[in-house]
């Protein structure tokens, strides 16, 4: 697998880098999101966890696929700013909606 990145653009306003890339995967599966985002994590020096891919389609017969994809500088401007489908989608949880939810699931008393 090998990832080509076509544009780069720095977005201050929402304290992250939004990238444009290929992925050549020539004679091999179509590579997962969490492995192309650990890809991008080690281009910019950043924890996977801070990487989210919004999309990433696969061109029939090419061995290709593009995508885009928002580097956050930290884990608070990604829960502030992104989908909570597209967080769930990438694996980045809100750890208080995590700690939330087995109290919600806790059986009523009679």
Partial sequence: MKIEYT????????ERK???FEVDHEREAT????????EIAKKYG??????????????YGVGKSKGYAKV??????ALKYEN????????????S??????????P???
């Fill in 7 to 14: 544009n780069e653009r720095d977005n201050a306003l929402f």
């Fill in 18 to 20: 939004e990238v444009c």
């Fill in 31 to 38: 590579p997962g999101r969490n492995a192309v985002a650990e």
């Fill in 46 to 59: 950043t924890n996977r966890n801070l990487v989210v891919i919004e999309k990433m389609s696969s061109e």
């Fill in 72 to 77: 956050y500088a930290n884990k608070k401007a």
């Fill in 84 to 95: 909570g489908k597209l967080l769930k989608r990438n694996g980045i949880e809100d750890e």
């Fill in 97 to 106: 909606k995590k700690a939330e939810a087995p109290a919600d699931a806790a």
């Fill in 108 to 110: 009523a008393q009679e």
